[in-house]
């Protein structure tokens, strides 16, 4: 029997509810799903998946500056992503191979995402949980 994902919300500082609400970003429609297998991010009418051992690095982030964490952004300096709801923490997931998140299709890949979950140190734990197989 295959276990569930782990889930891990969004943290939404309450100055960014309202502008996130207006791009289909809440606490229903945004979380990071880790599996045996796969990560997933959500993101309001964003996704990024990739399969589990494609991460191969994750560190802790933040305090950030609000223009440069609130909403999806895309880093001009590494192509990273960003997905944010606070300014308080988050966590950089780095990958082997760069995958899609902001754009469908092929020709924008990132190859990190850093995402400001509620509990980034939990996100830290599960990623260097083994994997079981």
């Known amino acids: 029997m295959t276990e569930p994902p782990c889930r891990f919300g969004f943290r939404f500082d309450p100055a960014f509810r309202l502008p996130l609400a ?3 970003v809440s606490p229903e429609t945004a979380g990071v799903e880790l599996g045996p297998d796969e990560l997933t991010v959500r ?3 964003w996704r990024l998946r990739t399969a589990r051992g494609n991460v191969t690095g994750a560190e802790p982030g933040g305090p950030y500056r609000w223009w440069r964490a ?3 952004h895309l880093s001009l300096a590494d192509g990273g992503v960003t997905f944010g709801t606070s300014v308080t923490a988050g966590v950089c997931l780095r990958f082997a191979t760069p995958v899609p998140g902001l754009a469908p299709g092929r020709w924008l890949r990132h190859p990190a995402v850093t995402v400001t979950v509620a509990d980034p140190d ?3 734990r ?3 949980t083994p994997v079981a197989g």
Do not use: K, S
């Open 70 to 72: 609130i909403g999806p």
């Open 126 to 128: 599960a990623l260097d």
């Open 122 to 124: 939990g996100l830290l």
């Open 43 to 45: 993101f309001g009418p």
């Open 22 to 24: 207006l791009l289909g």
